[in-house]
């Protein structure tokens, strides 16, 4: 099973490692091609999530199942209520009904810093660096545990200096393999969008999470960032995490998704590889609207012509007789 | 014009009364506005819950010094809950609107006419401070370098004073320094990124009001003892407009910058008082620009001017880093 693999938080992205996928395919094989489709090992498993907005409802899920140890995405239409389905389930908003688990243990209603703690980290679609902090702050910040975030203890640096080296070393491994290390020192806020998605990403990777969460992780990002975004993607699948992302960019998608689930208007309306679900009909037409191709028979086309010409034909009389 | 006089009035405002007390009830705010980027507007509510937490116990029930000290500080602790339950759940403008109305319900509850007995309205409370000057290891006498210095009394709240603001600025450093204080400034820069990293942002804030809270109220023990007098109106709303300008004079989320703040904010007033009315006395001014009686309120004029100039040319403060005001702009 994937998350048994050891993790290798130092490894550089190369690419080129592909069990996980492999076995993530594997996994996904026989998972029927539609909305709610069962998979063999889910990590994540919503039922009957809703939330409204007033009289719109943004999200209207009737089961969704996500698999362990693979990457899946989220896609749909602007609107489709994607962000807020991350919203609900991450905690940062509630839903007016419905429940869902994380590793079997329910999370409706549990508040978001417990859905972290838990092990389901989320980043932003407007990345949130904490600008007047370094880089290395925000990096050891994002570590559970630590015994000197309680006030008491706070004052006496004998009780957490220990603990505070060792996560400063994970911090500055994982600033190495995002290519941060540079910028260990710098505010988080000079740094530029592309590295702000990665000193988010690495971040997330502090609270050691089995499930990411990205909600467009490419939004903004340089084109030269984004092969590299995207090889520690493929990384965290690669050190047996799950990750569920949101993302405009079809490309993305193709490439490093085991698994593509489709919104539109909040409700889930198709699933399946990533090939299949493109050429899906209900999610061309999500995209592109219902009649965007629907071809004109030759018989209606001469129609239309013919139409056309009567309308010429009276309108050219119209203005002789106007001149006359 | 006597220039000595008005240096050494300048450098007795400096380590004065006042300076201790904003010092301070600036530490505390600090804490609440600089690191955890909470818009505490009613910080003069801590000073007033402590003093009055003092002086009633002690004048109104005849209790003693060390309850009055008590009470004041449970008070203080008390108020900060009162004001987070309902409003660190919420945006941080709520608290801003929730906490300037919260000082001034303290300060009209400590003036009403139905409290008077316990609260002596608008006269406040007198005789409570004996208890605290009975424990004056001063003798009797006057403390001078030249014509700089002291009485035995201002001698024994000055040294405790500054004793207080010694390890205020020192529990601040210690705290600011470790992961609890990592979490604090975190969360004045986006509290919704400190939740998904799984910390529990409305206890971290709840625990800076308080702790900001009872620093700022020390602010109110010493400033009661010191005057050995209390009125309510002393507590209003332009005493933490004033604590917000020591802390900006000398810069936000810096240790030692409230009380440099404070240190400067009361020379500069104890300055342009003195020169103004100098000035006046000796016939330099002119009656009919300015009269002794107007110099009160001119020379919170400069302090203004003063603050305009500072936030023009020096936006970080006196301790703050230039680098850290420009990614605002981002």
């Known amino acids: ?324 | 014009m006597n220039w000595e006089q008005i240096i050494v009035n300048a450098l007795e405002a400096s380590v004065g009364l006042q300076a201790v007390v904003f010092a301070l009830a600036a530490i505390g705010l600090n804490v609440h506005f600089g690191y955890t980027g909470l818009l505490n507007f009613g910080q003069s509510a801590f000073l007033a819950v402590a003093a009055y937490g003092l002086a009633v116990m002690v004048s109104t029930f005849g209790l003693s010094f060390w309850v009055g000290i008590l009470v004041g500080l449970v008070g203080a602790v008390i108020l900060a809950l009162l004001l987070g339950v309902p409003t660190l759940r919420l945006r941080a403008d709520y608290l801003a609107i929730v906490t300037i109305a919260a000082a001034e319900i303290v300060r009209l509850i400590a003036r009403s006419v139905t409290f008077a007995d316990t609260f002596g309205g608008s006269d406040g409370r007198q005789a409570f401070a004996g208890g605290f000057y009975d424990l004056n290891p001063y003798p009797e006498g006057s403390y001078n370098i030249g014509s700089f210095g002291f009485g035995e009394r201002a001698m024994w709240i000055l040294t405790v004073g500054w004793t207080l603001v010694a390890l205020s600025c020192l529990i601040v450093f210690l705290l600011m320094r470790s992961p609890w204080g990592r979490v604090l400034k975190a969360i004045r820069e986006d509290e919704d990124a400190v939740r998904s990293l799984g910390k529990n942002v409305y206890s971290y804030k709840m625990q800076s009001l308080i702790i900001g809270g009872v620093l700022g109220s020390l602010g109110g023990f010493v400033y009661a003892l010191g005057q050995a007098s209390i009125q309510p109106d002393i507590f209003g709303t332009e005493t933490t407009f004033y604590v917000y300008t020591v802390l900006i004079l000398g810069g936000a989320a810096r240790v030692a910058s409230p009380v440099v703040g404070a240190m400067i904010f009361w020379v500069v007033l104890s300055l342009t008082d003195n020169i103004l009315n100098q000035a006046i006395d000796a016939g330099y001014i002119s009656t009919s620009i300015i009269t002794n009686s107007q110099v009160g309120q001119v020379r919170f004029m400069l302090v203004g001017l003063a603050l305009m100039l500072l936030m023009i040319f020096r936006p970080q403060g006196i301790f703050g880093d230039r680098k850290e005001i420009a990614l605002d702009a981002r």
């Open chain 1, 1 to 324: 099973m994937p998350a048994d693999q050891p993790a290798t938080a130092t490894k550089a992205p190369t690419g080129s490692r592909s069990g996980q996928r492999e076995a993530a395919a594997a996994a996904l094989r026989d998972v029927p091609h539609e909305p709610g489709a069962p998979k063999p090992d889910p990590i994540l498993v919503a039922d009957e999530v809703i939330r409204q907005f007033g009289g719109l409802t943004a999200v209207d899920v009737a089961h969704i199942e996500i698999q362990r140890g693979a990457i899946t995405a989220l896609i749909g239409p602007n609107g489709a209520g994607k962000t807020t389905f991350f919203n609900l389930l991450t905690g940062f908003d509630q839903p007016d009904k419905g429940t869902w688990s994380f590793n079997g243990r329910a999370l409706s209603g549990v508040a978001a810093h417990r859905v972290a703690r838990l092990g389901m980290v989320r980043t932003f679609q407007l990345t949130k660096a904490l600008s007047r902090l370094s880089v290395i702050e925000n990096m050891r910040l994002g570590a559970t545990g630590q015994r000197g975030e309680n006030v008491f203890r706070a004052l006496f640096k004998s009780i957490w200096g220990t603990q505070e080296r060792e996560i400063t070393e994970r911090a500055d491994d994982l600033l190495a393999r995002f290519k941060l290390d540079s910028k260990r020192g710098d505010f988080a806020g000079s740094l530029s969008g592309g590295q702000r998605k990665l000193l988010e990403m690495a971040r997330a990777l502090m609270v050691a999470p089995e499930m990411v969460m990205l909600d467009e992780p490419m939004a903004g990002v340089n084109p030269a960032l984004t092969q590299s975004l995207l090889g520690h993607v493929k990384d965290l699948r690669e050190d047996g995490m799950t990750v569920l992302f949101v993302e405009h960019d079809m490309d993305m998608v193709r490439d490093i998704s085991d698994w593509v689930i489709v919104m539109a208007q909040g409700k889930v309306i198709a699933e399946g590889p990533p090939d299949a679900v493109m050429g899906d009909q209900r999610v061309i037409d999500a995209y592109l609207g219902q009649h965007h191709d629907a071809a004109l028979t030759e018989e209606e086309e001469q129609q239309v012509l013919a139409d056309a010409e009567v309308a010429l034909e009276q309108e050219r009389a119209e203005t002789e007789e106007h001149n006359q």
